[in-house]
């Protein structure tokens, strides 16, 4: 099968994924209260932001997504301590669902399993998936 091919095999696949996350992470945090339901969804944001970066650059090495999404999660939450994402939520709410409000070290736990998950679920998906590519060229 052609780089080509795949290439934009894997990107569809990556942009229903992505959607699919966006979706969840979007039920659980209106509809499930709680913690759990809080980490998950912190989780699921790096997951997103991996599935995001593997669109952009379908071709990357898969530890370096994960280490991109890690990063920028962590930025992000980093970036709660200065309280400028705090006073971006007052004025546009929106915000408040990319950037939070309040800095939790759990979170970052939440983001580290996040991209350990995807890397490990995009590394086996994509073993998987390229042996039913190749007894397609045929």
Do not use: C
């Amino acid at each position: 099968m052609s780089f080509v091919k795949t290439n934009r095999s894997r990107r569809i696949a990556l942009f229903i994924a992505a959607t699919d996350v966006a979706i969840l992470g979007l039920v659980l945090h209106y509809l499930v209260p709680g913690d759990v339901a809080s980490l998950i969804t912190d989780a699921l944001f790096t997951v997103l932001l991996y599935l995001l970066l593997a669109l952009i650059a379908p071709t990357a090495q898969r530890h370096r997504l994960a280490l991109g999404a890690f990063a920028i999660s962590a930025v992000i939450e980093f970036a709660q301590l200065t309280g400028v994402p705090a006073q971006l939520a007052v004025s546009f709410p929106p915000s408040r669902l990319v950037l939070g409000t309040t800095f939790s070290a759990l979170d970052l736990v939440a983001y580290a399993a996040g991209a350990i998950a995807v890397y490990y679920a995009d590394v086996a998906l994509s073993q998987r998936i390229r042996p039913w590519f190749a007894s397609r060229s045929e």
